[in-house]
């Protein structure tokens, strides 16, 4: 995958990641907002409904505590007198009630007289096993009110709330009053004004919409009932489909610890809508995330192609740096950071070739060895001592071959020797420090040692011996060569003036390798005993005996090389 590829791909990645995280936070925020709003229309429904039922809850104290005060009304309750309903009826605001009923301390209703305006003779067979059941428990005292709700069509709104208390003279429970007023709701509560809010009460399997909406079909009891039955739902709220609709369900029980039948307030919200709303939302985030990657995606195009061509171009001028074409150079596309590169890039590629210049110039002018040393930066510029073996080898009788031989010739010959045997000396890892004339001058053991330094030395020596021999034999001009080995410890570095300097080594040493080469006969190689303590017995030798030379006070035992075995 090419760079423009990948970032190109990056862009849309990021885009499409970012519209992602937007779409799934919008979602969840949007869904936990109408989550809140719909909590907030069941708690207000359901705080209006319980402010109705305690301003009838307060009203039936009231009236029980009336009649708990009626010394007529406990003589007629005691006797089972038909008459206790006029009594009854004289004491209470009938006009507030729908129906009420009195019973004996059994809870069997007393049966109300013809004429009676007590009401609700059609309700008395769904009431009194309710009642019976209610007054057969534990006694119940004066504050023991007992809420239920009964289904009735004949009363505005279709349900009836109830309330039972005891009636009670001292500490005897002489009968009980029931009192039915219609459940009806002044106004809606002022946070669910506006809300498309079904609540009703569940009673049994019956469901009725009492506080608005349609009717939601005869089996909605039976499905509502399923969450409800056996106490609280299992969830506060849930997602319940009624009548091919979606809604989302909130019950609270009414009538909590009342002996009455269990009745639930159930509220439903419509989600369609909602979702369609919901869906909606996705959508049009989905299409401006979907411009957006869009136009990301042209303008990634257009910024990754610019991006990718100095990038591309910095590659191909890299590689052909790297196969050693240090004059490249690449185009300036820009004036910013990539611009910058690129300039840097080419002042880099200008210096190594410069450098490459010099090393090629540095090359020429001494041993690859020292040139490699010397750009590194590794060789004591102030002159160290080291141990070293230094070779002279100088061609025989090299004047009376060249006097008349044509210069151009002379130097052909000349650089075809010096070609072969410093091929040679790169072989064994040696150093040419310098030609003079016919002469070789070579290094081992500075600027590096790669250990046995005498000893490849000598290997190289005879080598060069050999090497010459067989040019000897296809040359028109056979030359003899003469070589003088000394090793010992010298002084190198590089030396001259400020403006040109030589790496190579002087002392004692050096002096000696030059005067035994004037001593080496022809295709000889002669070394001193130093350089004969550090070869190996693969090397046969004799003795030449004290040898005179000059600048030495003391004759030098010196011995030339017979073999050696490969």
Not at 36 to 56: G, I, N, P, T, Y
Not at 92 to 116: Q, Y
Not at 424 to 435: N, T
Not at 497 to 503: A, D, F, I, T, W
Request: hydrophobic residues 45%.
């Amino acid at each position: 995958m090419t760079f423009r590829t990948r970032l190109l791909a990056s862009i849309v990645g990021v885009v499409t990641a970012t519209t992602a995280a937007t779409l799934f936070i919008a979602q969840s925020q949007n869904a936990a907002s109408y989550q809140a709003v719909l909590d907030e229309l069941f708690r207000s429904e359901v705080e209006s409904f319980r402010s109705q039922q305690e301003q009838q809850l307060t009203a039936a104290k009231t009236e029980a505590a009336k009649l708990a005060e009626s010394v007529r009304l406990f003589a007629a309750l005691e006797e089972g007198d038909p008459e206790v309903y006029q009594t009854a009826g004289d004491e209470l605001r009938l006009a507030e009630l729908a129906f009420f009923r009195l019973t004996d301390a059994a809870g069997v209703i007393i049966p109300p007289p013809e004429g009676s305006r007590a009401g609700g003779a059609e309700l008395d067979a769904v009431l009194a096993p309710q009642l019976a059941k209610i007054a057969g428990g534990e006694p119940l005292s004066n504050e023991d009110l007992q809420i239920g709700f009964v289904a009735s069509p004949n009363y505005e709104g279709g349900v009836v709330s109830l309330v039972y208390c005891p009636i009670r003279n001292f500490d005897k429970t002489v009968g009980g009053l029931l009192i039915g007023q219609p459940l009806r709701r002044e106004k809606r509560a002022e946070a669910t004004k506006g809300a498309s809010l079904i609540s009703g009460l569940l009673l049994g399997e019956k469901y009725l919409p009492h506080f608005g909406g349609e009717d939601l079909g005869s089996d909605t009891g039976a499905m509502l009932r399923a969450h409800v039955e056996g106490g609280e739902a299992a969830m506060p709220t849930w997602e319940q489909e009624l009548g091919g609709r979606n809604y989302r369900a909130d019950s609270n029980l009414m009538n909590r610890g009342s002996r009455f039948a269990p009745a639930w307030i159930v509220s439903l919200y419509p989600l369609d809508d909602l979702r369609r709303r919901q869906r909606e939302l996705v959508r049009r985030i989905a299409v401006i995330g979907g411009i957006g990657l869009l136009a990301a995606a042209g303008v990634g195009f257009v910024f990754a192609g610019r991006l990718s061509k100095p990038v591309h171009d910095l590659v191909a001028g890299t590689a052909e740096v790297k196969r050693g074409n240090y004059d490249v150079q690449i185009e300036k596309r820009t004036d910013d950071e990539l611009g910058a590169l690129a300039d840097a890039f080419n002042e880099m590629a200008s210096g190594l070739a410069l450098k490459e210049r010099y090393r090629s110039v540095l090359q020429m002018v001494t041993d690859r060895s020292v040139a490699d040393e010397l750009m590194s930066g590794t060789v004591l510029l102030r002159g160290e001592m080291r141990d070293v073996s230094v070779i002279f080898c100088d061609i025989r009788g090299f004047t009376a071959i060249s006097q008349d031989m044509n210069p151009a010739d002379v130097v052909a010959m000349l650089n075809e020797h010096m070609s072969a045997l410093t091929q040679i000396v790169e072989k064994h890892q040696g150093v040419v420090d310098k030609f003079v004339g016919d002469c070789i001058m070579i290094l081992f053991g500075a600027p590096k040692s790669y250990g046995h330094d005498a000893a490849r030395a000598a290997r190289c020596a005879w080598e060069m011996i050999r090497e010459r021999e067989r040019m000897n034999a296809t040359s028109n001009r056979p030359l003899a060569i003469g070589i003088g080995l000394a090793s010992g410890p010298a002084l190198a570095g590089c030396m001259g003036s400020e403006k040109r300097l030589n790496y190579t080594v002087i002392g004692e040493r050096v002096n000696l390798a030059a005067r035994l080469c004037s001593q080496a006969g022809q295709m000889d190689v002669v070394i001193d005993e130093t350089t004969l303590a550090d070869l190996q017995p693969e090397f046969k030798t004799e003795s030449l005996g004290p040898l005179t030379l000059k600048g030495f006070a003391k004759p030098v035992v010196a011995h030339r090389i017979l073999k050696v075995v490969s």
